[in-house]
């Protein structure tokens, strides 16, 4: 089994994850549906991470949110994302309980009306 197929399964959802690292390094292309997070409610921890991170990775593959991303988990407590993909976070993303956000070459153009200047770290 590829390592792309064993991910999908594995992010298919669950109410029993609570942390999610994944080096992005390894993976060639993998799109997700927008829904990915809607069940993991109580997702504390996530990081999505190239070792080696240059900002040429993007053109080299990676993970793709092409329906955009619908939720994630307003448990989070930190969240890490190289190259997300993304110009903002989900709409209904509540980061009341955030404590380090690392978006390092992402896309993000807005995050929130107002945040803590504290946490935010776009490299």
């Not at 799109?31 to 990915?36: E, F, I, K, T, Y």
């Not at 240059?54 to 407590?77: A, D, I, T, V, W």
Request: charged content about 15%; aromatic content about 12%.
């Amino acid at each position: 089994m590829m390592f792309e197929n064993f991910l999908l399964l594995s992010l298919q959802g669950n109410e029993a994850i609570r942390s999610i690292v994944i080096n992005l390094s390894g993976i060639k292309q993998l799109q997700l549906n927008p829904q990915v997070f809607a069940k993991m409610s109580k997702l504390y921890f996530l990081d999505f991470y190239n070792k080696g991170s240059c900002s040429c990775l993007r053109e080299q593959g990676g993970l793709y949110l092409p329906q955009g991303l619908e939720s994630l988990s307003n448990e989070l407590r930190y969240l890490r994302w190289t190259h997300y993909p993304l110009e903002s976070l989900p709409s209904k993303f509540s980061a009341e309980n955030l404590v380090e956000l690392n978006l390092p070459y992402s896309r993000v153009k807005k995050l929130w009306q107002a945040v803590p200047v504290s946490i935010i770290s776009l490299h």
